[in-house]
């Protein structure tokens, strides 16, 4: 029914799209959000601007951000000209996240009409191209011209002692008001360090009806003046001493919130109820069997909610505990409460996320491929924490029940929520904001210990090694990768690092230490640095008198390779001429096992669904490994379907072939890429399958190969044939053909962390090495248990069987030791039933526990104690299930422990645990007293 109704809600929009691009002119006041996202791009690619595609709300390479919260993040190196762009003028709809870090409006969203952890940045970007006027002009043109907004309802703000943009304002646009503002709203940064610049921002006067002031009065929190579009001339770059450097080229960087100028262009004043978040609300509202206004606190936070949890889970973010992952969980947790409010008591996100991502699949792709992996994520993180939601809900309002207005929650109690209920600290303060009641967050994380601030991130500091780097990088130009065409090169040294150091010579003599690292560039290398997953290259750097053994390959700043070893023979000096030799036969096994991941990651979707995407991955020539969104362990059964599938393609001996080629063009024609992972314009493309030989496509290992460079970005590539089983993004080495993998061999599979499994695998010469061990291992076993390896399955079996009888007669045993042990029970208190016994194992005291609570199913806390050797003492505490509301097992436990200086853990209904002492378990148990009494 659900779907039925999202149906005719699109029905509904797109028949609304085509009136409005009918009577596009006469109807501008009511325009819809997907006609302004795409006229804005239109407006920019007329006036030059080369469309951008949005990265992932994942910032690469940059540790001081923890989600892409503007549009510039992505050229933030751009900016301050670590890396360059082919194009000087650029537009770009860019998802942005804010629930972390500096830029978190978590905590404002279901409270304002214009706040979310969500949104679209639409942006318009020069680098040395254009500055103040033309970004100026452009702004105005598409807000008054392009949109039909009347000049009459805009106004402007500039930074006070930009005296320049003001007067350009004024020439451009007439008798606009400019309102100069002195504070930091008018100097926009990134964050603490990064590129910055003084900005000038628009706003739109929503009428004299609507309650608030002008920018920079003191009534200015009102809603009448909305900002819609900030303009930042990007200057200077910020250092982390607070040092404003020029950067090298003045550039734009311009923001525009979709949802906001959605709002303008609809006539409302809450961006809630726009067409971005209006089929979602009545989703919700059809789901939870209300029908409250559209700005219904709930209502706002599932809407903005579920647009943030399905992108995050699309770029690869699982829920977890720590970082990232902690972030989206607190997220999902903010979202169920408020169903919760609404009286949804079963999980209910995974519907209306299945709903968004059809809402939104035209616009972002990505979440047509992650669609089931969304909807299966989000539905057991809500079955996980709804059964714990309402228990926590009670405890809580149990707790506050006797604070009033303006009172303080205990820390000790929103840690015990956060530790046994799930509850992130900030939903608890969430949950008492509308009562007023504020949360000792000091105690709490006094009792959080090392879990506090998981939420937020740890970027490190520099060395002084990464200095010399970034100097380096100054300095040099970048390292010509030539190892797709050969393994042998010459060159010249470019630099030497010794320790951290930069130095002009380097000999055998330095290296008598063995922890002395080294390091040398050169001009140009057929040695790969590890990226992407693969492993860097080993070999020789040579003159006629020296020896350099390379152990391992990296890349620094992003352009400069670096050969770390040591110097076996003789020295090197910088600007030596030099012979660069890989590795041979370790690069082969590195392709091979490169190449059989491509492979494995086609079977892994052709056996088991589309849904299965790359999450990692690390490779070299023994063995390579494989991380992958998938929520259950595959069976053994669909593990041999995937392995045979892949050594079906290795023995059909397909090509492997690579092109350089426009990313976008690349991805169009359906080349899988890694989620977050960050491409340059022009792109490799790895393609498996039974193709015809073209001459305008290159196959690994060639002499005519493409290079790494840019050289070949005019050229065009086909897209895949129906016999293609692999099409990828890549940067990698591979194989030529299929069969020079020889043969491929899953070795283990397994999860490592919610919604990924991880599959290790072998290939050539160690799949018949494994097979010879394993071999022998059968051997070895036939011969122990004195049968053929026909029979071993039947043998264990039967032993198991056996084992499983003498099991049973132990515990039968035990069993009646712990009912003889019922008749010493004491009852220390009202509520609490004890028993004491010697040398008990912890089986017997857990039957004994089980015994007791059977026989007194209620108002009981029961407590088994028993005696061991070395003055050892285990315990058990059980809680009948009237109880479990007020006292928590765990908990109670713990109290007991103190005096035994022991350890232990559980739940809410039953924990154990054990210490130290004969002589205080009266104290101990005194402690659980105590707090029952």
Known sequence: MEILSFFRIRVAINCAMVLQVIFWKNYRSVMLSSLIRQGFLSFFMENGHHIIASSSVVPQNDPS??????????????????????????????????????????DQVGFTARHHT?????????????????????????????????????????????????????????????????????????????????????????????????????????????????????????????EQINLQKQSIDTGMGLERISSVMQGVQDNYETDLFRPIIDQ????????????NSSYKVIADHI????????????????????????????????????????????????????????????????????????????????????????????????????GVLGGNVAFKLYDTYGFPLDLTQDILKVDDISVDTDGFEKALEEQRNRAK??????????????????QLAPTIFVGYETTLASSKIMAILLDGEERQKISAADFFHSSTRAFIVTEATPFFAECGGQCGDTGIIETPTASFQVINTTKFCNTLVAHEGIVESGGFASGDPVLLRINEDRRRRIGANHTATHLLQAALRNILGEHVYQRGSFLNHERLRFDFSH???????????????????????????????????????GALALFGEKYEDSVRAICVGDLPQQSNVDAPGATNQVSGDDTDTQSQASAPSPFV??????????????????????????????????????????????????????????????????????KIEDLILELKRKNDEIIAAKHRAALHNVQKIQRPSAAVLLSITDDCDIY???????????????????????????????????????LQEKYNASQLLKAMLIPLNGKGGGGVATAQGGGIGHAKITEAVRQICDVVD
């Not at 103040?132 to 009347?150: C, D, N, P, Q, V």
């Open 65 to 106: 951000l923890l989600f892409t919260n503007a549009g510039m993040v992505q050229f933030k190196n751009v900016f301050t000209g670590l890396e360059t762009t082919r194009h000087r003028k650029i537009a770009t709809v860019q998802k942005c996240i804010r629930a972390g870090g500096k830029h978190n409006d978590l």
């Open 118 to 242: 969500f949104f679209e940045m639409l942006g318009n970007f020069s680098f040395g191209d254009y500055f103040k006027e033309e970004a100026i002009r452009l702004a105005w043109t598409f807000l008054t011209k392009e949109l039909g907004i009347s000049s009459n309802k805009l106004l402007v703000t500039i930074y006070h002692s930009d005296e320049e943009t003001k007067q350009l304002w004024k020439a451009i646009a007439g008798n606009i008001l400019v309102i100069p503002i002195s504070t930091a709203d008018n100097f926009w940064s990134i964050g603490d360090t990064g590129p910055c610049g003084p900005c000038t921002e628009i706003f739109f006067d929503h009428g004299a009806d609507v309650l608030g002031g002008m920018p920079g009065s003191e009534q200015e929190n009102g809603d009448r003046f909305t900002e819609i579009w900030n303009i930042v001339f990007m200057q200077y770059e910020r250092t982390a001493t607070g």
């Open 284 to 295: 919700i509202k059809y789901i939870s069997s209300t029908n409250f206004a559209n700005t």
């Open 307 to 406: 647009r943030s949890i399905s992108f995050l889970i699309a770029d690869g973010i699982m829920p977890s505990n720590e970082g990232r992952g902690y972030v989206l969980r607190r997220i999902l947790r903010r979202a169920m409460r408020h169903g919760h409010m609404l009286g949804m008591k079963d999980p209910f996100l995974f519907k209306i996320s299945e709903n968004f991502v059809h809402l939104m699949q035209d616009i972002y792709p990505e979440l047509t491929k992650a669609k089931t992996a969304i909807g299966t994520l989000v539905h057991a993180e809500e079955e996980k924490f709804l059964q714990t939601l309402e228990r926590g809900l009670k405890i809580l309002q149990h707790e506050a029940r006797g604070i009033s207005s303006g």
């Open 457 to 474: 991130w740890a970027g490190s500091g520099e060395t002084k090694e990464d200095a010399v780097w970034h100097k380096l990088k100054d």
């Open 631 to 669: 929520n259950f362990a595959i069976s053994t059964d669909n593990l041999l379907k995937i392995e045979n599938l892949v050594n079906e393609w290795i023995e059909r001996n397909m090509q492997v072939l690579q092109r350089k080629m426009p990313r976008e063009e690349a991805v169009a024609s």
């Open 725 to 794: 089983v692999s099409f990828e993004l890549c940067g990698g080495t591979h194989v030529g053909r299929t069969a020079e993998i020889g043969s491929f061999k899953i070795v283990s599979e397994a999860s490592i962390g919610a919604g990924i499994r991880r599959i290790e695998a072998i290939t050539g010469q160690n799949v018949l090495q494994y097979i010879q061990k394993t071999a022998d291992i059968v051997s070895q076993i036939s011969e122990k248990l004195k049968c053929s390896a026909t029979e071993i399955v039947k």
């Open 844 to 882: 017997q005291l857990r039957s004994l526990s089980e015994i007791i609570i059977a026989q007194n199913p209620s108002d009981t806390i029961a407590i088994v104690v028993g005696k061991s050797d070395g003055d050892r003492v285990y315990a058990i505490v059980n809680v009948s299930l009237d």
